[in-house]
DNA sequence: CTGAAAGCGCTAACAT
DNA sequence: ATGTTAGCGCTTTCAG
């Protein structure tokens, strides 16, 4: 087993509350002896057990982090911003993929098997937003992305209906008119691919065009053969589409796979637009047009609310709705030809 | 505060040993108490205090995960399945980000600031194996890729040299004799691309090929613009290669990204191969040749592995080096034409 | 400036 | 089958 402060304390020749001083930096502490203390710690190379602290404070300094799934290169960015942002606040984060399982999301937010995190950021996928903040209480929790419905919990995100209906709006003025959406998930209570549809239509009925089903495909998940599959669907049904946005650079990805298998030249014959602004759309060929959300203000907001949560005295903070800046990143899927 | 195992002993008229038993379903309780106990449990909303039960059991039953970046496909995808693969196990996994710094890998593996994980899964990038293994000490640890050097830890891997080697020996039977490569870190120790370095020459002299430095190009780090970078240097000084092998598929779709800017054909003026099999490769135009690892074995051999030295009551295992298979993906980046 | 001791919530040996 | 209790390693109040 390894060394513990008593041990420390022993082979110093001090008390367990002197060790706990030269350790924290909490109270003064004579030289020679906080010398005599620290080499004492470093013959026995004491660490102190952070159960032990956790158990003391109350508090664990590890907040969870749900996302889908981690394999997804919009997370993927996300998370290691997060991380990097907890550090900075000496939290550390455990990470739990959701899979998009209803269950899954559940099981995180109750806490089954256990108390652990001193909060919770989750992208919430299967569960509607009501169900998420009534699991919770009385954990601290921050939602990216969804919507909270009365303001049950810190949100933070983009402006989706406003994003959604400049990408579109973009498409719209380079002369295209049968402009495409690839992303709905109507199975799914979706609030993020709900409001970016409202977006996507709203900006066409504005150019005058009345939104038509046969445009909207939907998709199961979010993988670039997903994007794939409907940019295939949405060509086989004769929607002769002449741009297409996607509710996600992956998406947007596949779509441009198939146009590519299909023959089609994008931008020329079918410009696309996708969301996230993910690294691999600056080096795809062609580059893609992307609606780029600020991720570094999404992480640094989301640890700020739940470090407001967390520390504060007061447990009837009103609930924060945060909307993080986003703007359109144009590239060569949407050129001007 | 939440509610204690002492509260529901109290609401159910029961002794905390009971009430331990019932969670833990570690002792026969009579069904009539057991109902009782439930009933209390669920009125309180009670959960155990996991820092109170990790200090008891000298375990907390977590795992930690340190890359050097999860904004990373290879690492996101190969996190996603340790951290699946730990949830199996009933682990918990928090994520390190050491953004290639030594000083992050060693504080990371001493445990600065208190010991909360079980043990350590790390894919080393600035430190030597031998400093790693020194340092963790008594901390099991798996390593990633890097061949600790006495067998000190245990060690999960593809065959690098045998990769690499496989994925030149391709190129060559396409007819190809100029053969690039783009991946070389001689100023880190990076021990994983310099086999890979080996695989590639040993390739060509068994080729009648010998190697030529102006075909090796390195790199400070293994993104996408770096790879981009190394082929346009590469092209700048008339090495005019007719193959590529990049140590990695991000440098590899960089590779393609400057081939496409500078207006060559692939396969056809140059084929390109990539080590990872990330997603992105099977959606990139042309979609890209490339050494696929087992990820799913890496994953689940080295939560074994750790699952060995955390629970075996004798601490003199031999370190295991653990080979797992991969296999060459030909794709559209070096199909023959 | 330092020592003694209580107690955080839980489990398990011991007792009934 | 269930109750009682010591103690995991740490911080912190209370004394000195």
């Given at each position: 087993m390894s060394s513990s402060l008593k041990d420390v304390a022993a082979r110093a020749g001090v008390s367990a509350r002197t060790v706990s001083n030269v350790v924290n930096g909490s109270a003064r502490v004579a030289p020679e002896t906080r010398r005599r203390v620290q080499e004492a710690i470093d013959e026995l190379g004491y660490r102190p057990n952070l159960a032990a602290r956790s158990l003391r404070a109350g508090r664990t300094g590890i907040i969870g982090l749900a996302i889908p799934e981690l394999h997804s290169p919009y997370f993927a960015e996300l998370a290691g911003l997060l991380v990097d942002e907890a550090r900075r606040r000496s939290w550390t984060v455990v990470i739990d993929q959701t899979r998009g399982g209803a269950e899954a999301e559940r099981r995180l937010l109750t806490g089954d098997g256990g108390r652990v995190m001193d909060g919770l950021i989750i992208s919430p996928w299967a569960l509607p937003a009501e169900d998420i903040t009534a699991a919770a209480r009385p954990l601290p929790v921050v939602l990216l992305g969804e919507r909270s419905p009365h303001g049950l919990a810190d949100r933070v995100a983009v402006d989706n209906v406003a994003a959604a209906d400049e990408a579109t709006a973009h498409l719209l003025s380079l002369g295209r008119r049968r402009v495409a959406a690839i992303?709905?998930?109507?199975?799914?209570?979706n609030g993020t691919a709900e409001l970016r549809a409202e977006g996507y239509r709203a900006a066409l009925r504005r150019a005058g065009i009345a939104p038509r089903p046969a445009w909207e495909r939907p998709v199961t998940a979010l993988h670039r053969s997903d994007g794939a599959r409907a940019m295939a669907e949405l060509l086989d049904a004769g929607a002769e589409p002449d741009a297409v946005f996607a509710f996600s650079d992956e998406l947007a990805l596949g779509a441009l796979h198939t146009a590519h298998e299909r023959g089609l030249r994008v931008p020329q014959d079918v410009a696309v637009v996708g969301f996230d602004d993910i690294e691999d759309g600056r080096f795809s060929h062609p580059t893609l047009t992307t609606v780029s959300p600020d991720k570094g203000q999404i992480a640094a907001r989301a640890l700020q609310c739940l470090a407001d949560r967390i520390y504060?005295?007061?447990?009837?903070l009103p609930a924060a709705d945060l909307t993080v800046p986003h703007r359109l990143v144009v590239r060569g899927s949407s050129a001007t030809v």
């Open positions: 992303g709905l998930q109507p199975h799914l209570r504060s005295p007061r447990h009837d």
